[in-house]
């Protein structure tokens, strides 16, 4: 059984198991895959899950809001977010399970408005989820829980913490069911990305623990960043799996198996590392498979009409591996021990003719480091004389080669989006980084891929060990006066990871490591001391603001941010002309204004997914510190009425009077009866408290609160 674990993007399969399975089977091996990530999305984005967290997120609350003070800062985030999640969970609740099968509707690409909105509510079920778990968080791409330290005691208690691993749980009832059902002899967990590392050992070692269980293996690229950390962790080997594969999967499962099948020892299988009862053993690298020589992937067994998508995209690679290899930050390469392997482009074609014929797909995303000019050309050329009729995305570095005529026959074969590798405008800082390209290439490349038609997305860096504020104001000026020829670029900071050339030769960048801790063994990320150039938090702030304020000049900004990098590729497939960018993609009403005239016999309610509550601190003046990032003024118990709109966020204080007034409202007691009530209670003119009433009532009505 090969298994993806949680957490990974829900649009589509991961490449990896696909690959594996079909190289097992084809070699007699008897393979069962298991996409664990969409089947959690299922889980955690449904209502029952969702209402589920009700009396957690209530009970979470009813502690903070019994506190004495809130401190600044973090505690009274998490009081504003945990209000507003427990608030609008039966809301979202009760949408959730539309949004899923909305966002699997063709349709939702004629409604971009429904589509930003549909996303939006899975964002906040998963912001549901994650005040439940809290400080854990997660979302629709990403997971981390800030208590796990990276040391393998950390480890081990993360992976058993029900209050904070919301996988834990779901492994449990869910999961682990059906390997008991299936009983395989080998458990595979690909770690391909540090938000599936925590997720994967707990799996992991929940699949060990069962008394004569498989043997639980691990992969991926995680692992193979932690080549040099397995094989001093006995532990790892004690709890959580048996074995662990470093670089490609293929040729080593395969040997594993057959290891197994005949119960010899493990000596023999490549990339292993795996303890017997002399210690642990670091088995040889051998070389990879030839890449010509392996099958297509194999999707049968995965549920491809679960993931959360309106048109089928199946991922596919043309090589593995980078051919520049070269840049000072990145790692991608390292999982194919910086090897390159371009594919035949017939090879390629063939793969894609016979994906799109047996699963019915059209939709194909690249997941090749990035494609060489030489690689565009062929695939294109076989594209154009086959007649695929695909839709394609890839990243691609800014090369010269990429010329106009090149660009138009990658459109013409297929190509929609382009993600371009562009990190700074700096040539100083372009050569810090050993990017290989130059800013003028830069420019001329994505004149060449717009002007043919294709999207053009850059990825931009900013904070590279030694650049200057002046580099990054280079980097965004480029970016403001070259608008018509980019559609949408994003923004990070730089972070040292390991197996980067920063991170083994930090003294040539000027940088400092800080002091190794063994505790940190599991942290992808290393901590580090500028000494020179831009600090992190500097860069994190240019980062932010260049998103904030800068994209929203580019034509495709808007467009982008209400389909999401995944939706993109296929919405621009549906459109036979130029796309209009600036299209009017309505946001909805913050607030839908009911402007009912009442009167007596007026029977007001609170309308759907509106409450009314009493708090004993201020929200308001606690969202205004968060807002402001006030560090230095606690909140202190001040008893408030509050109401609030779960759908829209409409947030408002509450008198004591009116709060009493918007008691009485259930929609069956008229305002005159609501007046007489209320007159008898406080032996008051019936005619001048139905006057104050309505003049109440009024205010709430126009801004959305009540219905009638």
């Known amino acids: 059984m090969l298994v993806l674990p949680p957490q990974w993007v829900p649009e589509r399969p991961y490449l990896s198991l696909p690959a594996l399975t079909a190289y097992l089977r084809r070699e007699g091996i008897r393979v069962i895959q298991k996409d664990f990530n969409i089947e959690a999305y299922e889980v955690l984005l449904s209502k029952n899950y969702l209402k589920g967290l009700s009396k957690t997120l209530d009970r979470r609350f009813e502690l903070i809001d019994a506190k004495a ?51 939006e509510t899975l964002n906040k079920a998963l912001a549901i989820v994650s005040m439940a778990y809290f400080p854990t968080t997660l979302d629709l791409s990403s997971f981390r829980m800030p208590v796990f330290s990276g040391s393998v005691s950390s480890l081990k208690e993360v992976t058993q913490n029900e209050d904070m691993n ?74 959580f799996f048996d074995s662990a594969i470093r670089f490609d999967g293929e040729r080593p499962l395969f040997e594993l198996a057959k290891s197994l099948d005949r119960g010899s020892g493990l000596e023999s299988v490549p990339n292993l590392i795996f303890r017997d009862s002399k210690g642990i053993h670091v088995n040889p690298i051998s070389p990879p498979e030839d890449f010509d020589s392996l099958p297509p992937p194999d999707f049968d067994g995965l549920p491809l009409d679960k993931y959360l998508s309106p048109l089928r995209v199946l991922p596919i690679q043309s090589s593995r591996g980078c051919y520049w290899d070269k840049c000072a930050f990145c790692t991608h390469s390292r999982g194919y021990g910086k090897k390159y392997q371009p594919r035949n482009p017939s090879k390629v074609i063939a793969d894609i003719n016979h994906l799109k014929a047996k699963y019915n797909c059209s939709h194909f995303a690249f997941e090749d480091e990035v494609i060489s000019p030489r690689a565009a050309n062929l695939l294109s050329n076989e594209l154009i004389n ?21 660009c138009q026959k990658m459109a013409k074969a ?30 001329e490349v994505c004149r060449n891929v717009h002007d043919a038609g294709i999207w053009t997305h850059l990825y931009v860096m900013f904070g590279f060990p030694g650049e200057e504020s002046q580099d990054a104001r280079e980097t965004i000026d480029f970016l403001r006066s070259h608008k018509a020829v980019i559609n949408s670029f994003h923004t990070e900071n730089f972070v040292l990871s390991k197996g980067s050339n920063v991170s083994a030769c930090p003294e040539k960048w000027d940088i400092e490591i800080d002091t190794y801790l063994p505790e ?112 230095s003024c606690a909140a202190y118990p001040e008893r408030v009425n509050f109401i609030f709109a779960h759908g829209n966020g409409g947030f408002r204080k509450v008198s004591i009077q009116a709060a009493e007034i918007l008691a009485y409202c259930n929609g069956y007691k008229t305002i005159t009866k609501i007046a007489i009530e209320l007159g008898k209670k406080y032996d008051a003119p019936v005619a001048q408290i139905q006057a104050d009433c309505m003049s109440v009532l009024k205010s709430f009505y126009d801004d959305g609160f009540l219905a009638t």
Not at 202 to 207: I, P, W
Not at 211 to 225: A, R
Not at 387 to 405: A, D, G, M, W
Request: charged fraction near 20%; hydrophobic fraction near 40%; include cysteine.
């Open 414 to 443: 297929g190509f929609k989006v382009l993600y371009l590798g562009f990190e700074s405008a700096s040539q100083r800082v372009l050569d810090l980084m050993d990017k290989g390209i130059t800013p003028s290439v830069a420019e």
């Open 166 to 239: 919301p996988f834990l749980g779901l492994f449990k009832t869910r999961f682990i069911p059906s390997i008991l059902e299936e009983k395989p002899d080998i458990v595979g967990i690909t770690i391909a990305g540090q938000s599936q590392q925590i997720p994967a050992l707990t799996l992991a070692r929940l699949v060990k623990s069962i008394p004569g269980g498989p043997h639980v293996v691990v992969g991926g690229h995680v692992v193979t960043l932690l080549n040099d950390v397995l094989p001093t962790r006995t532990e790892l080997f004690d709890t």
């Open 520 to 631: 940190g063994d599991f942290n992808g990320n290393l901590q580090f001391i500028h000494h020179s150039g831009l600090s992190q938090s500097q860069a994190l702030d240019l980062s932010v603001s260049t998103m904030n304020d800068l994209a929203i000049e580019f034509e495709g900004d808007r467009l982008l941010n209400a389909l999401g990098h995944f939706y993109l590729p296929v919405y621009l497939s549906t459109k036979k002309g130029p796309v209009d960018f600036v299209q009017t993609i309505q946001p909805p009403n913050l607030l839908d204004k009911d402007l009912t005239v009442l009167t007596g016999s007026s029977t007001p309610k609170l309308k759907q997914g509106v409450t009314l509550e009493r708090l004993n601190f201020n929200l308001v003046n606690i969202r205004q510190n968060v807002l402001e990032k006030n560090v």
């Open 69 to 119: 003070q809130l401190s600044p800062g973090l505690e009274q985030r998490y009081y504003n977010d945990l209000f507003m999640a427990k608030s609008f969970c039966g809301e979202i609740a009760s949408k959730v399970e539309n949004a899923k099968n909305f966002l699997r509707n063709p349709k939702i690409l004629d409604d971009l408005a429904a589509l930003e909105e549909t996303r």
């Open 386 to 406: 086959t007649h695929s009729e695909v839709t394609l995305t890839s990243n691609i570095r800014l090369e010269k080669q990429f010329t106009p005529e090149l």
